[in-house]
């Protein structure tokens, strides 16, 4: 029965206290979840360790009634797992591990991150443009956009979402994308590292 159940239903049963709904809705979506952090991830005990990481939050987040996405499970599931794939990132680079073997000399850890810093400046700055400019773009092209690159969906998975055809999805990116490139040329934006 839970089985056949939207996932919005499975959420409501698991808020009311049904915790077999909950185990329904990682079964179904562990193999996306788990590839997507894997794909990212190399170390596969730590890919482990934060696929387990984002199922414990979004039970926390939903115990705590927080949860409020309209349905959007997996979305939402795949942005929690991308947020803590960023974060591991960053941790990772902020707190390098250091091999001490018998030819560990501290010279080759010790480097200037002045250059790393602006380059991250940088990005952050680009991507901050591209997000301002997204929201520039017509609702419809604007959603197709957003669950393509940040949720990871497919236009089959979008399509279905949005109530369209997949070729209306598609339709919808192309011209998402040429209308991001007439933005970007009108703002004279600079979309480069260099």
């Known amino acids: 029965m839970l089985q056949k159940m939207e996932d919005y239903q499975l959420v409501s049963r698991y808020i009311a206290g049904e915790e077999s709904a909950f185990e329904v809705l990682v079964r179904r979506h562990q ?8 794909t990212m991830i190399k170390d596969g005990q730590l890919a482990e360790d934060i696929f387990q990481d984002v199922f414990v939050k979004a039970v926390l987040t939903i115990k705590r ?5 309209e349905g959007k499970f997996l979305p939402w599931v795949m942005r929690i797992a991308h947020n ?6 960053r941790r990772n680079k902020r707190f390098p591990t250091v091999d001490g073997g018998p030819d ?15 380059e991250l400046l ?14 520039l773009l017509p609702e419809e ?41 007439k933005l970007i040329e009108e703002h004279n934006l600079v979309l480069t590292e260099e």
């Open 84 to 89: 803590m794939v960023i974060d591991t990132f």
């Open 31 to 38: 193999d996306r979840v788990y590839g997507y952090i894997r």
């Open 122 to 135: 940088v990005t952050e700055q680009i991507t901050s443009d591209i997000k301002g400019l997204i929201e």
């Open 65 to 69: 009634g927080s949860y409020n996405e």
């Open 104 to 118: 560990f000399d501290i010279f080759n850890v010790i480097k200037d991150d002045k250059k790393n810093v602006d």
């Open 141 to 181: 092209q604007r959603r197709v956009l957003k669950l393509r690159h940040y949720s990871d969906m497919s236009f089959k998975e979008i399509a279905e979402d949005t109530g369209v055809s997949i070729n209306t999805a598609l339709g919808r990116m192309r011209y998402a994308l040429i209308n991001l490139r």
